[in-house]
């Protein structure tokens, strides 16, 4: 299949000083680069949605939300094919905004890969391990390769240094970056072709 294919990039997280503004606009950045995808950076803090209430599982809302953000919201996942979550760690979990955005729509999600970048207590790890289970509920595949911003690369990051994320490129783990990035498009081609060829989507 031929096209580019569309990357959300999801900033997880509204806090007042948040760092992971830092490596969001920095992968966006990087993303730009890569001539087999749009890459467009959605930010939480532009979707103040409220907590999910609903009387109703938004399984059953075919697309028609409520509320103006939660619509907003829905359009832009829906255009993707393919996401990328990143994410801090809060007391072994990730934000209640990111899982609020998780929850507050559902079919725009489903069959399309997903990515991960974290980063804090334990490099983010346990808040993707548990992103990882939310999001298979919601019908899509969360990709084997992710990015966890390592304690010094975080230091520098928040000192102001200019190539501190060079790492994530050129460390020795090899290029960590292009390594999520070709997982995420293989499975995203491979996923958008079998959505085009369901019946249930003619």
């Known amino acids: 299949m031929d096209g580019k294919i569309k990357v959300k990039l999801i900033l997880g997280s509204t806090r007042q ?9 920095w992968l966006f950045e990087e993303l730009k680069k890569d001539t087999n995808i749009e890459v467009e950076l959605l930010d939480l803090r532009d979707y103040p949605m409220p907590f999910f209430d609903e009387a109703d599982s938004t399984w059953y809302s075919n697309g028609d939300y ?10 832009k996942i829906n255009d993707g094919d393919a996401f990328i979550i990143v994410t801090p760690e809060y007391n072994h979990g990730y934000p209640g905004v990111l899982k609020n955005a998780l929850d507050s729509i559902s079919g725009e999600w489903a069959t399309k890969p997903v990515g991960f970048v974290g980063y804090g207590s334990a490099l983010g790890a346990r808040a993707i391990e548990q992103l990882r289970e939310v999001v298979i509920e919601l019908y899509m595949v969360p990709i084997h ?47 958008k072709a079998a959505r085009s060829a369901d019946p249930k989507n003619k």
């Open 66 to 75: 409520v509320d103006p953000a939660v619509q907003k919201w829905a359009k």
């Open 17 to 25: 000083g948040r760092f992971g503004e830092k490596p969001a606009r």
């Open 145 to 191: 390769n992710a990015i966890h911003i390592p304690s010094d690369v975080l230091m520098n990051a928040r000192k102001g240094e200019t190539n501190a994320f060079d790492p994530l490129r050129k460390g020795s783990m090899g290029d960590r970056v292009q390594g999520l990035v070709d997982q995420l498009v293989w499975y995203a081609r491979v996923l």
